[in-house]
């Protein structure tokens, strides 16, 4: 740090002031004039503190507000919250919605009880009817509850699988899905247009839902088993989030019983003990449900975020050892499973364009349409009518658009189990199924790799860079290049049985690369070969587009 960014400057020692005189918060006005005093002393660290505090508010960007629980406009608090529900309320009233019913929901972490109370306060002091739900429950459940009381927005105080001192703010709107553009920009300038906190009226008044409302998605959840058989041992965890009740009541209406949960990751806990990052992707985050499932010799693994919208799958090899499947595997399995209990030529099933295209020969196979969209389910879930399945490769399923029009970690459990348990009843296991599926539509094999780069302007410029020369050949094959500007800022690279795709994210500072390379597979003695043919060329183009990138700000590709 220069000595002059040491300093704190009047601009942040005067906007510190006017939000510590604008929150309604007493803990947390106490906190920032905390870091206020240390700043104004000449501590350093301070000030580096506070100007980031300050440094603007959080973005209500594609997936709502998500960011550190602390004091200041750039941290998720009852002051953040209360002006953000102001916005949206006059965002509803903007649409004709004023009076409408809107449900908060909440998961277990740090701050999520307070802000969803202020939350519900200002749209009830707004005139709107609102519906708590009665304790912290799955984000599913939220969503389903838009649509089964038939709401006009769906607010979940929820960070997802964020690191332990996040939390977050998710908003849905009638249609029981996400808010897509321009929505989002519209709520964004309405809560820019929002008084100080302090000054935004708060009302009791609230209803909590019943027992009912659970009851209702447990009873939906229920009858989504295409199988007969319930013979299936289980192994599941919440990792420390609020899926662990509901996924063993789903599954217990639905007839699977033999359900054996993580211990020490079974009740919420907002500190998350065990994972410092509570992320099913994460490296070693499933370490002790792999570890339980080998115990108690279980067919199936099942790993929920903390919020339980995501769901991850593990199973047996032949060797013995078990892994968890990747989020492709999983999708392709789950959306097979879907289309061969339904009339292909009425069903439409989705995915990404950076999740794996078997989707699409599946579909073809059964007759069904297929359908690609941006990234996220809030795209996925608008993919078409007739929608029976959509997955996206970051362990998001939805197999049950009809009453959950998002990702659905606990229904996608449910039904999980029934393919387990299928598989199971026909002597086979769910890697016995991922080889008929490769012997049928040939081998999809997908990778990623992240550049991390803080700086966005040097990612916008390594973007142009591979925009502007972009390369003809991956792998020993021909490639051309489609820009998906300015719809998304997407790059497509693709040819016979390779494709990539650049793209910066949008919740992280990083560039993203979705790597998929496909062999075919004559005959089942030739699946093998194929697939040592298709990891070879997968570590070719890796090493290609690794080199193509570079290293960015001495971060180099991974």
């Given at each position: 740090m220069t000595e002059q960014s040491s300093r704190l400057t009047p601009a942040v020692r005067d906007q510190a002031f006017r939000w510590i005189a604008d929150d309604p918060d007493p803990a947390t006005r106490t906190e920032l004039q905390t870091v206020l005093a240390q700043a104004m002393s000449g501590d350093a660290a301070a000030v580096a503190d506070l100007a980031e505090r300050m440094e603007g508010p959080l973005t209500f960007g594609t997936a709502g507000?998500?960011?550190?629980?602390?004091?200041?406009?750039?941290?998720?608090?009852?002051?953040?919250?209360?002006?953000?529900?102001?916005?949206?309320?006059?965002?509803?009233?903007?649409?004709?919605?004023?009076?409408?019913?809107?449900?908060?929901?909440?998961?277990?972490?740090?701050?999520?009880?307070?802000?969803?109370?202020?939350?519900?306060?200002?749209?009830?002091?707004?005139?709107?009817?609102?519906?708590?739900?009665?304790?912290?429950?799955?984000?599913?459940?939220?969503?389903?509850?838009?649509?089964?009381?038939?709401?006009?927005?769906?607010?979940?105080i929820t960070a997802s699988h964020n690191p332990p001192a996040d939390n977050g703010y998710?908003?849905?709107?009638?249609?029981?899905?996400?808010?897509?553009?321009?929505?989002?920009?519209?709520?964004?300038?309405?809560?820019?247009?929002?008084?100080?906190?302090?000054?935004?009226?708060?009302?009791?008044?609230?209803?909590?839902?019943?027992?009912?409302?659970?009851?209702?998605?447990?009873?939906?959840?229920?009858?989504?088993?295409?199988?007969?058989?319930?013979?299936?041992?289980?192994?599941?965890?919440?990792?420390?989030?609020?899926?662990?009740?509901?996924?063993?009541?789903?599954?217990?209406?639905?007839?699977?019983?033999?359900?054996?949960?993580?211990?020490?990751?079974?009740?919420?806990?907002?500190?998350f003990p065990t994972v410092s990052f509570p992320n099913p992707e994460e490296p070693g985050a499933t370490d002790l449900l792999l570890a339980l499932a080998a115990e108690v010799d279980a067919d199936l693994a099942i790993a929920l975020d903390p919020d339980a919208d995501r769901c991850a799958l593990g199973a047996r090899e032949s060797d013995g050892t078990w892994r968890m499947l990747r989020g492709d595997e999983t999708g392709v399995l789950l959306g097979d499973h879907v289309l061969s209990t339904v009339n292909g030529a009425d069903a439409l099933v989705a995915t990404t364009i950076v999740s794996s295209s078997m989707l699409a020969d599946i579909a073809e196979t059964y007759g069904a349409r297929y359908a690609e969209t941006l990234t996220g389910f809030k795209w996925l879930a608008r993919a078409g009518d007739g929608l029976v399945y959509a997955y996206e490769e970051a362990l998001g399923v939805c197999v049950n658009p009809d009453f959950v029009r998002d990702k659905d970690g606990i229904a996608a459990s449910v039904l999980a189990c029934d393919l387990a348990a299928t598989t199971k009843s026909a002597g086979r296991t769910l890697f016995d199924a991922l080889d008929h599926l490769a012997v049928r539509h040939g081998v999809y094999l997908t990778d990623q790799i992240s550049v991390r780069i803080p700086d966005l302007r040097a990612r916008a410029e390594l973007m142009a860079r591979v925009r502007a020369e972009p390369p003809s050949t991956l792998a020993g094959t021909p490639v051309t290049a489609e820009d998906l500007l300015p719809d998304a800022d997407v790059l497509r690279l693709r040819g016979d049985g390779v494709r990539v795709v650049l793209r910066p994210s949008g919740t992280e500072p990083k560039l993203k690369v979705y790597l998929e390379l496909t062999a075919e597979v004559a005959t089942e003695d030739d699946l093998p070969a194929a697939r040592r043919t298709a990891t070879d060329r997968l570590a070719t183009l890796r090493e290609e587009i690794s080199s193509l990138l570079g290293p960015v700000n001495g971060s180099p590709a991974s």
């Open positions: 507000l998500r960011g550190p629980v602390r004091a200041g406009p750039n941290g998720m608090n009852t002051a953040v919250v209360v002006r953000t529900t102001a916005g949206v309320a006059s965002w509803l009233r903007g649409r004709g919605e004023a009076g409408g019913t809107v449900v908060v929901g909440r998961d277990a972490r740090h701050g999520s009880e307070r802000f969803a109370a202020a939350a519900a306060e200002v749209l009830t002091a707004a005139g709107f009817a609102v519906t708590v739900l009665p304790a912290p429950l799955p984000t599913p459940v939220l969503a389903f509850a838009v649509g089964h009381l038939g709401a006009v927005a769906g607010i979940q998710k908003l849905y709107d009638g249609s029981g899905a996400q808010i897509v553009p321009p929505s989002d920009q519209e709520v964004e300038a309405a809560i820019a247009g929002a008084p100080a906190a302090v000054s935004v009226p708060r009302a009791p008044g609230t209803t909590t839902a019943g027992g009912d409302l659970l009851e209702a998605y447990l009873s939906r959840c229920a009858v989504l088993p295409r199988g007969t058989s319930r013979t299936v041992r289980v192994a599941a965890t919440a990792m420390h989030g609020v899926g662990a009740d509901v996924l063993e009541r789903a599954l217990a209406a639905a007839g699977f019983t033999d359900v054996h949960l993580v211990a020490e990751q079974a009740r919420p806990d907002p500190d």
